[in-house]
T-cell receptor, first 115, second 116 residues
Framework: GAVVSQHPSRVICKSGTSVKIECRSL??????MFWYRQFPKKSLMLMAT?????????EQGVEKDKFLINHASLTLSTLTVTSAHPEDSSFYIC???????????FGPGTRLLVL | DQQVKQNSPSLSVQEGRISILNCDYT??????FLWYKKYPAEGPTFLIS?????DKNEDGRFTVFLNKSAKHLSLHIVPSQPGDSAVYFC???????????????FGQGTILTVHP
């Protein structure tokens, strides 16, 4: 089946630093990847759609300068949380589309803790 | 505005019995539906999907039913196993065209507990 990996699985950083999270599709190419954020006891919230070779599309209320997305190749998208603050602490999950019909396969998630 | 709703926050089932998880949607533009299983601190795992041109799709122990007129879908797990205990999310994708193409809209999730 389609496998999506994320790295790192968890990261602890100091407030003000930037953190990069990688999302890779391991056995398929994905022109579109998605980045989600999950708050405790809540459903997944779509943050942005990452398109290979073009700018990401951000959902309403998501700061694009805060959450930088780069989809450099058909198998890699990165999310950089810039100048992280404690309120950015969350569980970030990426997904990638693979047939049939835009089925999204999710990565294992990255737990970010900003101190 | 919750376009995909899972009204049961939790469900408890005995091992070997059937688990039925329900999901309702309001957006008539949705034409592809998926079920995901999720453990804490992990990404969702794709289980099964169904297109709006069908009313049933089966894969092993998992069967998804779609009632378009009622805008309702359900996931049946038979027989239920303790390893099925997890949070189950239904999700929907709108048909082609528009800015929402390909985007999943998730329900709130239902916690399934299967007792031995």
């Amino acid at each position: 089946g389609a496998v999506v990996s994320q790295h790192p699985s968890r990261v602890i950083c100091k407030s003000g630093t930037s953190v990069k999270i990688e999302c890779r599709s391991l056995d398929f190419q994905a022109t579109t990847m998605f980045w989600y954020r999950q708050f405790p006891k809540k459903s997944l919230m779509l943050m942005a759609t990452s398109n290979e070779g073009s700018k990401a599309t951000y959902e309403q209320g998501v700061e694009k300068d805060k959450f930088l997305i780069n989809h450099a190749s058909l198998t890699l998208s990165t999310l950089t949380v810039t100048s992280a603050h404690p309120e950015d602490s969350s569980f970030y999950i990426c997904s990638a589309n693979n047939p049939p019909r835009e089925t999204q396969y999710f990565g294992p998630g990255t737990r970010l803790l900003v101190l | 505005d919750q376009q995909v709703k899972q009204n049961s926050p939790s469900l408890s089932v005995q091992e070997g019995r059937i688990s039925i998880l329900n999901c309702d949607y309001t957006n008539s533009m949705f034409d592809y539906f998926l079920w995901y299983k999720k453990y804490p601190a992990e990404g969702p795992t794709f289980l099964i999907s169904i297109s709006s041109i069908k009313d049933k799709n089966e894969d092993g122990r998992f069967t998804v039913f779609l009632n378009k007129s009622a805008k309702h879908l359900s996931l049946h797990i038979v027989p239920s196993q303790p390893g099925d205990s997890a949070v189950y999310f239904c999700a929907a994708i709108p048909n082609a065209g528009g800015t929402s193409y390909g985007k999943l809209t998730f329900g709130q999730g239902t916690i399934l507990t299967v007792h031995p």
